[in-house]
């Protein structure tokens, strides 16, 4: 599994999607009596895009499943991520 560690260096659109931060996962789960939660990034390409999920076991955030794909950046995915 590749991780991101760019601290300082990523960029975070305001206002698009949700965020969450890693120690917000526990207190989400709990209020939820989620077993699991679901997390992810993405980045943009001229013709794909990227996607990381990680399913995390809130108790300890132990990754329990990963699973990275491409999706073909065409009008609709371009729409869903607010591209034109």
Known sequence: ????KFRDKVF?????GELLLTREIKDVAQNHSAQAVIVGT???S???LFVNLKLIRPG???VLA???YAVPMDKTTKSLIGRR
């Open 66 to 68: 990963t699973y990275d």
């Open 46 to 48: 001229d013709k794909l």
């Open 1 to 4: 599994m590749v991780e991101m």
């Open 12 to 16: 975070i659109k305001q206002n698009v």
């Open 42 to 44: 993405y980045t943009e």
């Open 60 to 62: 300890d955030n132990i």
